[in-house]
């Protein structure tokens, strides 16, 4: 148990019990003294007053009887029970009468209060050996001690230079001492027993879950991120933190999960383009194309080269977008000028696969807070799509692109009549990164133009949706709210 | 042409230094900041090719440096950074194009020789001509051997910058930033689109080519 002293010790339930346990001694121990001070200086000074009215009473004796009147009235007082100490001694302090036998010597040189209690012996309660008048000694042995008493007196002296001293013993502020010392120590007992309640509690119960807590958490950082932590249905705060730190963690696994795609859909969407560009140099290296050959493979590795600093620049960009650059671009912009040049840089790209691209006037300028190039981007993306999707319908393929205001919010809608998404999941997983839908695998694409899309629209505040159009696809790119002007 | 590459990779400049030569070009490679300006301050390129983060002194500070001491020297900024601040940050310092790494070198070559003083001249012209072309600015009228042809406002203004750099080849990007005033990466080429539109209106009917495609980099307008 020795041993394991100190390891207890680090436990912060026995840290918390023993703080508190000190701290509660502490305050209870001023507390009990400044009121045992209280009440025996309010005791004392009720024993003063009683020694006065008594010397009063004497004085008026004496005045009255002188002497011998005196004498006979402090003997009378004397015999009774509980009464007040009482001496009269010559003026070279021998005593002549009085109940005290004995007192400590150099009390009756003085004259007033005594300027602390001193020790005395009454007549018939001193052992016989110890009958000398002057007891010098305060820490006598113990066997007298319970015959000696502590007094406080007012000593006076008569005309004629005889003492008189009046005193009353201090028993009752002792009994009282004595009560608070029983009092403290029982009071100290029980909260040494509440400090190992507490500890017991807090310690053995509440502290053991943190333990299990840090242990859960132990075997998900050694790489189970399946891992969850303890939850015991008690709805405490361990309970939420524990549900806290495992929401938590399906976040995390959640973000490993996409990441580990990402990259896997890296790999493979990079992966497959530069094998592509390897191949024809190492082709046109191995044959013996001449001139003309020769150019034209390096041609098409340039092109090849091309399309993935495309596909690197949007994944840069749609990393950065996520990363949540400074607004320092975001400017007060018309919506409509952006979506009319959009629609025309299009327009003659649609043309010459048959779709029918058509933007009806807005009728005036909507404003919005944006960066005017990723807003283009992000509709050139989109528009991009639609016609490439909606060149494969059936009937006259036509992408619309409208601009709608609601509930203060300003969306630009882009519809287009293709055969659309029609699962509300693939509509879902259509703006994830590198995703392309089993349709969409045999058109030329990186798969990043909905997800940079999205990304843009995120970091404008906004948001991407991809509805069911009637046919085809409908995406609306929603902006929020403007600042306050 | 005598190009100034600021850079500090020394792969990269390396590359940018053989690849300007083999373009018929001079090129100087400085690989600090410190360097570049004091080799820039003697004026003598004709335009500067500087990396945004460079040792001892930042490619924004040396452009500002220069501009401060009125040196007009046309700067392309390279920049790995690429966010749209940045670019706007990066023109504001005083560079007159910026680029974004990873690019295509035939990107950066179309744009330093556009970039080039002493090409750039024809601002103040009012009546651009390439070989039977014609090209009034004022008027808004184009002609061929003296035939009006009429163009569509943007199409117009497509020419117009082509025949501005007319014998220069010419981006699709760089079309994009100065003729629909746009710097995002259109996913088709929608540029080829209103070029070949373009190229039919001032090709059809005439005897020789006057826009051509440079394959690998963009195009070109140039009287046969």
């Known amino acids: 148990m020795t041993l394991r002293l100190p390891a207890i010790m680090r436990t912060t339930a026995a840290r918390l019990s023993a703080l508190y346990f000190i701290l509660f001694a502490l305050c209870a121990i001023v507390l009990v003294f400044y009121m045992t001070s209280l009440s025996a200086s309010m005791l004392t000074a009720q024993t003063m007053e009683t020694i006065n009215e008594e010397v009063q009473g004497l004085d008026r004796a004496y005045r009255r009887g002188g002497l011998p009147f005196l004498v006979r009235v402090i003997e009378q007082r004397s015999r009774q029970p509980g009464a007040n100490l009482y001496l009269i001694a010559d003026a070279n302090g021998r005593i002549l009468t009085g109940n005290v036998e004995s007192l400590e010597p150099g009390v009756l040189e003085s004259e007033g209060w005594t300027d602390r209690p001193f020790m005395y012996q009454r007549y018939g309660e001193g052992s016989s050996e110890r009958r000398q008048p002057n007891v010098s000694d305060i820490e006598a042995p113990a066997t007298s001690i319970e015959t000696r008493h502590a007094a406080i007196a007012l000593i006076s002296r008569l005309p004629n230079q005889m003492i008189v001293l009046v005193g009353r013993d201090l028993g009752e502020p002792e009994r009282l001492q004595g009560v608070v010392k029983r009092a403290l120590t029982f009071a100290l007992g029980i909260m040494a027993f509440g400090g190992l309640l507490i500890w017991y509690f807090v310690g053995r119960r509440a502290l053991k879950r943190i333990d299990s807590v840090s242990d859960a958490g132990k075997r998900i950082m050694g790489g189970d991120l399946t891992g969850r932590l303890p939850v015991t249905g008690a709805g405490d705060e361990f309970d939420r933190l524990s549900e806290n730190l495992n929401t938590m963690l399906t976040r995390i696994a959640g973000l490993n999960e996409g990441l580990r795609q990402v990259s896997d859909n890296i790999a493979h969407d990079l992966k497959t383009p530069l094998t592509r560009l390897r191949n024809r140099a190492e082709a046109a290296l191995a044959g013996d194309p001449g001139e003309a050959g020769y150019r034209e493979a390096l041609e098409a590795t340039i092109a090849e080269s091309d399309r993935l600093i495309k596909t690197f620049n949007a994944i840069l960009m749609i990393s950065r977008l996520e990363a949540g650059y400074s607004a320092e671009a975001s400017v007060r912009i018309d919506l409509a000028a952006v979506v009319h040049d959009v629609v025309e840089l299009y327009e003659p790209a649609a043309e010459e696969v048959g779709v029918t691209i058509e933007a009806p006037d807005a009728g005036g300028s909507f404003f919005i807070d944006g960066n005017r190039e990723l807003i283009a981007q992000a509709l050139s993306n989109i528009v991009d799509n639609a016609i490439k999707y909606s060149s494969s319908s059936s009937q006259a393929p036509a992408v619309k692109v409208s601009i709608i205001e609601k509930d203060g919010e300003t969306s630009v809608r882009v519809a287009d009549n293709g055969p659309g998404i029609p699962d509300q999941s693939d509509r879902e997983r259509a703006t994830e990164r590198f995703v392309r839908l089993e349709q969409s695998r045999s058109q030329p694409g990186s798969g990043l133009g909905l997800s940079l899309a999205k990304a843009i629209m995120k970091f404008h505040g906004g948001r991407l949706e991809l509805l069911p159009g009637e046919p085809g696809l409908t995406v609306m790119m929603t902006f929020p709210k403007r600042r306050s002007e | ?224």
């Open chain 2, 1 to 224: 042409m005598k190009i100034l590459i600021i850079e500090d990779d020394r792969e990269a400049a390396d590359y940018l230094e053989k690849a300007f030569g083999e373009a018929g070009h001079t090129a100087h490679v400085a690989r600090d900041g410190e360097t570049g300006f004091a080799l820039a301050e003697s004026g003598e390129y004709d335009v500067m090719v500087v990396d945004r983060m460079l040792p001892r002194r930042d490619g924004l500070s040396v452009i500002a440096g220069l501009r401060s001491r009125g040196n007009t020297t046309p700067v392309l900024i390279l920049s790995a950074l690429g966010e749209v601040d940045d670019r706007v940050t990066g023109l504001r310092a005083g560079g007159d194009d910026y680029l974004t790494k990873p690019y295509a070198f035939s990107e950066l070559l179309a744009r330093v020789e556009v970039l080039n003083r002493r090409a750039t001249s024809k601002e103040a012209e009012t009546i651009y001509r390439t070989g039977d072309l014609e090209l009034d600015r004022l008027s808004h009228t184009v002609k061929r051997c003296g035939k009006e042809i009429t163009l569509q406002p943007r199409e117009f203004r497509l020419l117009e910058y082509l025949m501005r750099h007319a014998g220069q080849v010419v981006t699709r990007t760089m079309l994009l930033e100065n003729v629909w005033d746009y710097h995002f990466d259109p996913q088709t080429n929608v540029i080829d689109v209103h070029v070949s539109r373009l190229r039919g209106k001032i090709e059809k009917g005439f005897d020789s080519p006057i826009l051509h495609t440079i394959r690998g980099a963009g195009y070109m307008l140039k009287a046969a």
